[in-house]
């Protein structure tokens, strides 16, 4: 869905919640052939029993993938991304476990580029336990109705 949403119509604290997301073996066969991550964590079911999980993990970078995604359900035609914050893995995802994001517009400033302002969204990313499993900032670069 495409949308046009400025500066000034970001509200501080307004959230959007997304659908579940269940994270499956081939998720993770396929993310360690992509990135070339074949940690024993990830692809080792019987070391991983030696472990302190027991069992294996999603790579970090998965669940962030992942919970990203589920965010991407606008293109904001006057939005885009600036980066990423204080990325946390608080807990690990397992195989068949399902996330779910959710987001807060957490700060708003202006920006040193004419016309723009920063949007920071916090993101929080949760089991199907609503245990907290990650969290990062979202910065946005947005467009200015009236620069």
Known sequence: MWVKKYFEEF????IRRTTGRTITETDIVLHAGQT???????MDEEWCKTQPFGRRI??????FSVAIGQTASEIN???MTYGYERLRFIRPVFI?????TEVRIKN?????KPGFGLVVEGVEVYNQHQEL???CEHLLLVQKRNP
Do not use: N, W, Y
């Open 133 to 135: 499993v990650m969290v």
């Open 36 to 42: 070339g991550d074949f940690f024993p964590h990830h």
């Open 58 to 63: 999603a790579h970090g970078t998965l669940t």
């Open 77 to 79: 035609e006057v939005s």
């Open 96 to 100: 068949g476990d399902t996330i779910r």
């Open 108 to 112: 708003k400033t202006e920006h040193k």
């Open 11 to 14: 509200t501080l604290d307004d």
